[in-house]
């Protein structure tokens, strides 16, 4: 079956530095994936809607100059984590959609990424 | 209001119990509907898609009450592995998943 990787499960970062994770479509061709974040006993919130070939639409309170979210190609998405700090600190993951349809979509996620910055 | 509300629970049962879940959602547009499970420091992972008619995947079934706007959850013969969090999962336009709080299960020996 389909299969979403996201690399990498796990980054410590110094705060200021920046941090970038990878989300990659593995046999199926993507073009919105999204991007969220899980704080410790809360439930996932979605961050940004990230289209192949365009800008990224973000939620409200998420900072598209922080969160940087390129789509460059129909298999890869990444999120980068600027100048990051401790409450920055959480869980990360991606999902891609396969299909192009709203019957026939499957949604997939990725494996998650933790963060910790320090 | 929250789009979409859990119980967070726990809700802490014997093995071989059944417990239900229920999810309320406030959009009456959304257009479809998953419960997911989600083990401690992992992603989500599809459990079931929930229609309208109700669907049962062993152990497992669920509901949608649109008229309500709630699903539910239904777990027979809970085993120790059903330990989880459950997360009521609504996808609105544009496959815009907003996912619920969760509810947390634990199953006991």
């Known amino acids: 079956g389909a299969v979403v990787s996201q690399h990498p499960s796990r980054v410590i970062c110094k705060s200021g530095t920046s941090v970038k994770i990878e989300c990659r479509s593995l046999?199926?061709?993507?073009?919105?994936m999204f991007w969220y974040r899980q704080f410790p006993k809360q439930s996932l919130m979605l961050m940004a809607t990230?289209?192949?070939?365009?800008?990224?639409?973000?939620e409200q309170g998420v900072e598209k100059d922080k969160f940087l979210i390129n789509h460059a190609s129909l298999t890869l998405s990444t999120l980068t984590v600027t100048s990051a700090h401790p409450e920055d600190s959480s869980f990360y993951i991606c999902?891609?959609?396969?299909?192009?349809?709203?019957?026939?979509?499957?949604?997939?996620f990725g494996e998650g990424s933790w963060l910790t910055v320090v | 209001r929250k789009e979409v509300e859990q119980d967070p629970g726990p809700f802490n049962v014997p093995e071989g119990a059944t417990v239900a879940f229920n999810c309320t959602y406030s959009?009456?547009?959304?257009?479809?509907f998953f419960w997911y499970r989600q083990d401690c420091r992992k992603e989500p992972k599809l459990l079931m898609s929930?229609?309208?008619s109700g669907n049962e995947d062993g152990r497992f079934t669920a509901q949608l009450n649109r008229a309500s706007q709630y699903i539910s959850l239904l777990i027979r013969d809970s085993k120790l592995s059903d330990s989880a969090t459950y997360l009521c999962?609504?996808?609105?336009?544009?496959?815009?998943?907003?996912f619920g709080g969760g509810t947390r299960l634990m199953v006991k020996p």
């Open positions: 999902s891609a959609r396969e299909g192009s349809t709203i019957s026939g979509n499957t949604i997939y």
């Open positions: 046999d199926f061709q993507a073009t919105t």
């Open positions: 990230s289209n192949e070939g365009s800008k990224a639409t973000y």
């Open positions: 959009n009456s547009a959304s257009q479809s």
């Open positions: 929930v229609y309208s």
């Open positions: 999962v609504v996808n609105n336009a544009g496959n815009m998943l907003t």
